[in-house]
């Protein structure tokens, strides 16, 4: 296997307290992380499925990758797997990530990942020191928040550490503490919106993850190691991070800083501590209150997270400090708002719109006390942290209107029999698999159409977001013209986008020939779910930074993809695969989540988007689209844009066709599957009559 790995996966079974290891070499041609999550998952469940979330038999897997524990570029993500409770209308073998340094120290621990799979009859937490694994009871632990939880298991772990100073640890000796990843009084009660936390706000938000963990009375893992990341190529690997500085913003010569106004570090890779709401860049009244400085995950020059002097809110991405409504509050309320969310451990991206949801429903006179949806809660004090606090504990302890809202807003309308009714109006905005909307699939087509083909939100921004969409729209809002044109915006894109370079039409946003119904998008879709399958998923990526197809830094634009992705891999594992051999192995990764979610009864007519996509107009923003008759390149507002529901439907027969799935019904067919030696994943489909 040469560099890149320890050599083993760690397997705990909750049900009979035992560990025993999985050997990486089985699953090391997927590359770690997704790759190797989704293959495990399969071998070991497979051919149980269905079942549900919170049977016992659903694992949890979170995997490490080549670069964990390198300082390879903001890769030090930890993929988080496993049938995924808050989706709907099924709970699909779904992912999460989260940052921070858990993957480091399992590296260091020795350890390529962890599989986590039954259930404890009382509550437990997993202390794994180097290669001793122990199963510890939660006593007095069961019932803390997110924060307290680590704070309690790092001195359980480390009794004698001191600031500072050194500590023995299995006969060696380290300054850190251990890393811990944990659910909060939300995951403990088996809420879907539960998210598990590691450090003060490094969520794995989406999924439900957190109920996965309260219903196998796991309330988290720490892991502390003092070993090493093996590099098969050092010098190489060196050579590759020296290279990649000419890509990167540096301090002492912030090159063109003017080029992108105040969205400057989104693609100049600047510092973006600022991204959080101690920062000037969300409206007058944002400016920094307190001295902060940029954070960053292990790895990572980015530093998109904040760490203030008064300490609220700190680490918390963009979305976590956003995500908690204080009406007419000041900054120091909404972080503080924040730090509740995360010691409740409820997911920022789910929650966020769960409040402005059921504030409608107040305003719209079906919910409050004696009404149609049931309320004791003060709504009239809406905005409140004092209300925000009791919501948020009725939520994590299924109280009062809690007891429906923790079940996720797809199946609280439901519940409220409000379902179908919102979300073909749009008041309930749940554009895919119950999660909520993020980019617009009538605008954002690669995202809309990404997330729905898949099994949640994207959340990858540098797929095509920056400078695409951002870049012309920082400009419009400053007057100004944007630094690249929409035709070479979308020449630089394509460029980078192997196996399809050179199609810049996979960049066309119109409704034209060549636009968002045309075979050159189904090639930008597949190209982002296979990159997001490997590259991303499979390597720890982030996707905050990676693809990097642009920078301020560099005369000619351009970023270090698709250079950097192999030239590191490589480096660090010691093979020599291209660009494109990671491409198609994430397109064999994708193959093979489709074929469970096949198992678990997907159909391309569950692959629909709500009625409101495709009858009501949306607000739009500015994107490169291509007129087919002038033939010629621009920035183009996309305001009134809606689906058509009949062209999206041809749409995804191409798209289908293309990946080499049965367009009756969008399964795996068998040749595809045995082209990628996935025949044992064929025979299970073929066995329940789901073979494409």
């Known amino acids: ?45 497979g051919d149980q499925l269905p079942f549900e979330a919170f049977d016992p038999r659903n694992l949890i897997i979170m995997m490490n990758h080549p670069f964990a524990g390198t300082f390879m570029p903001a890769s030090g993500r930890c993929e988080v797997q496993g049938l995924a409770p808050m989706l709907y209308p099924i709970e699909w073998f779904g992912h999460s990530n989260f940052g921070g340094r858990f993957t480091a120290q399992l590296k260091f621990a020795g350890w390529d990942g962890i599989v986590v799979e039954g259930a404890s009859d009382a509550p437990v937490w997993i202390n794994i020191i180097n290669d001793k694994v122990t199963i510890e009871s939660a006593n007095g632990i069961w019932g803390m928040d997110t924060w307290d939880t680590q704070e309690e298991i790092s001195r359980r772990v480390m009794p004698d550490l001191k600031h500072g100073e050194w500590a023995e640890v299995d006969d060696s000796f380290t300054t850190q503490i251990p890393a811990v990843v944990c659910c909060g009084l939300a995951g403990e009660n088996k809420s879907r919106m539960g998210a598990l936390l590691h450090g003060p706000g490094s969520q794995a938000a989406l999924g439900g993850f957190g109920g996965v963990f309260g219903s196998k009375n796991l309330k988290a893992i720490s892991v502390i190691g003092t070993g090493s990341a093996p590099i098969a190529n050092p010098q190489a690997f060196m050579e590759a991070r020296l290279w990649f500085r000419r890509f990167q913003y540096n301090v002492d010569d912030p090159r063109r800083k003017d080029m992108t106004g105040g969205f400057f570090f989104w693609v100049n890779g600047s510092p973006a501590g600022a991204n959080v ?22 790895s990572c020059p980015r530093g998109c997270r904040q760490r ?10 963009c979305a976590g400090t956003a995500a908690v409504r204080l009406d007419d509050a000041t900054l120091k309320m909404t972080r503080l708002g924040n730090d509740l969310m995360q010691k409740y451990g409820l997911g920022h991206w789910q929650f966020m719109p769960m409040q402005g949801y059921v504030q409608g429903l107040y305003k719209r006179g079906l919910l409050g006390k004696g009404k149609q949806i049931e309320c004791d809660l003060p709504m009239d004090q809406f905005g409140t942290k004092g209300f925000l606090d009791m919501f948020m504990r009725q939520i994590c302890t299924r109280q009062g209107i809690g007891k429906d809202l923790t079940e996720g807003l797809a199946r609280a309308a439901k519940n409220w029999g409000i379902y179908e009714e919102d979300c073909a109006s749009g008041k309930l905005n749940l554009a895919y698999w119950g999660t909520a909307l993020h980019y617009d699939p009538r605008t954002e087509a690669e995202w809309g159409f990404g997330s ?31 630094y690249l044109t929409a035709e070479q915006a979308a020449q630089i894109t394509a460029h980078a986008m192997i196996p399809y370079e050179g199609d810049a039409f996979m960049l066309d946003y119109s409704d034209g020939p060549t636009g968002i119904y045309s075979e050159h998008k189904v090639k930008q879709v597949a190209w982002v779910k296979h990159y997001e399958k490997f590259w991303i998923g499979s390597n720890g990526f982030c996707g905050w930074m990676w693809p990097s197809f642009f920078t301020n830094n560099t005369a000619d634009f351009k970023g270090p993809t698709p250079q950097a992705e192999p030239r590191f891999f490589n480096a660090v594992t010691g093979k020599n695969i291209t660009f494109a051999d990671g491409m198609e192995l994430g397109r064999k990764i994708f193959a093979l989540d489709r074929a469970i979610w096949t198992i678990q009864g997907r159909h391309r007519d569950m692959e629909v988007f709500p009625d409101y996509v495709y009858e009501q107009d949306t607000r739009g923003d500015l994107l490169p689209m291509y007129d087919y008759k002038t033939k010629k390149w621009s920035y183009s507002d996309s305001t009134g844009g809606k689906l058509d529901r009949a062209r999206f439907e041809e749409w995804k027969t191409k798209f289908y066709a293309f990946e080499g799935f049965n367009t009756a019904n969008g399964w795996p067919t068998r040749k595809t599957l045995e082209d990628m030696r996935l025949k044992k994943v064929a025979d299970v489909m073929q066995s329940i009559g789901r073979l494409g």
Not at 277 to 298: E, K, M
Not at 308 to 314: Q, V
Request: proline share 7%; charged share 15%.
């Open 1 to 45: 296997m040469t560099g890149g790995y320890t050599g083993k996966i760690l397997r705990v079974n909750l049900t009979n307290k035992s560990t025993g290891t999985i050997p990486t070499e089985k699953y090391v041609e997927y590359g770690g992380g997704h790759g190797m999550g989704s293959a495990i998952f399969f071998d070991l469940v």
């Open 277 to 298: 709401t101690n920062n000037p860049y969300f409206g007058p009244n944002a400016l920094p209150l307190v001295p902060a400085r940029a954070a960053a995950c292990a």
């Open 308 to 317: 203030l002097a008064s300490g609220d809110s700190n680490e918390s991405v």
């Open 452 to 482: 729905l083909m898949g099994e949640r939100d994207l959340m990858l921004h540098n797929i095509a977001n920056y400078p695409l969409h951002w870049m012309p729209e920082a400009f419009r809002m400053e007057g100004r013209k944007p």
